[in-house]
């Protein structure tokens, strides 16, 4: 069945980085895109970018450029999420989600990993 | 970028129908597929529609999915309410570059 795990909750301090695992199983890792989404305390989905795992090339939401970068290692079918420059605002659960299409949809979500950015 | 504006909740009682909208502010809403996503408390989106009226195996008929181009929007119909459909609803689209979620609908089944 498809899985996708992420890695466990993260505490950083404004200014430091995260970086979030995404290990997937069940599935050809290189034939499916992967999606991060976040969404805030309280508050609606936001789509932070897209990696295609089979050549590592990727496309960000325009907000984020600049301190997000996405990578994969196909050896381990895992797809990493690094955010620089945090700050209280980037406080979330961090969702990886696999799609079939270019941009298009998600089928199956990873459980979620939760980001506090504090003092 | 477009974005995607959904009411912020509905409420109705079980058994009855709802139907939550989701209307693009630019370009057409039949150019690219919509999908809708449900999101209980404490856990992940699963899909409910996909590509405008589309439903993955698992997901119940009582859910249904359409577009009017009229309006430039989509809609999400729940039909015999259970008090299980209680979530929150997201309807997504996308263009050339980017994925957009609308704001997300709180359904209440009282």
């Known amino acids: 069945q498809v899985q996708l795990v992420q890695s466990g909750a993260e505490v950083k301090k404004p200014g430091a980085s995260v970086k979030v695992s995404c290990k997937a199983s069940g599935y050809t890792f290189t034939n499916y895109y992967i999606h991060w989404v976040r969404q805030a305390p309280g508050q609606g989905l936001e789509w932070m970018g897209i990696i295609n795992p089979s050549g590592g090339s990727t496309t960000y939401a325009q907000k984020f450029q600049g301190r997000l970068t996405m990578t994969r290692d196909t050896s381990t079918s895992t797809v990493y999420m690094e955010l620089n420059s945090l700050r209280s605002e980037d406080t979330a659960v961090y969702y990886c989600?696999?799609?079939?299409?270019?941009?298009?949809?998600?089928?199956?979500w990873g459980q979620g990993t939760l980001v506090t950015v504090s003092s | 970028n477009f974005m995607l504006t959904q009411p912020h909740s509905v409420s109705e009682s079980p058994g009855k129908t709802v139907t939550i909208s989701c209307t693009r502010s630019?370009?057409?809403?039949?150019?690219?597929?919509v999908q809708w996503y449900q999101q209980r408390p404490g856990s992940a989106p699963t899909t409910v529609i996909y590509e405008d009226n589309q439903r993955p195996s698992g997901v119940p008929d009582r859910f249904s999915g359409s577009i009017d181009s009229s309006s430039n929007s989509a809609s999400l119909t729940i039909s015999g309410l259970k008090t299980e459909d209680e979530a929150d609803y997201y309807c997504?689209?996308?263009?050339?570059?980017?994925?957009?979620f609308g704001g997300g609908t709180k359904l209440t089944v009282l």
């Open positions: 630019s370009g057409s809403i039949a150019s690219n597929y």
């Open positions: 997504q689209s996308y263009d050339s570059s980017n994925m957009v």
């Open positions: 989600a696999r799609g079939e299409r270019w941009l298009r949809a998600v089928d199956y």
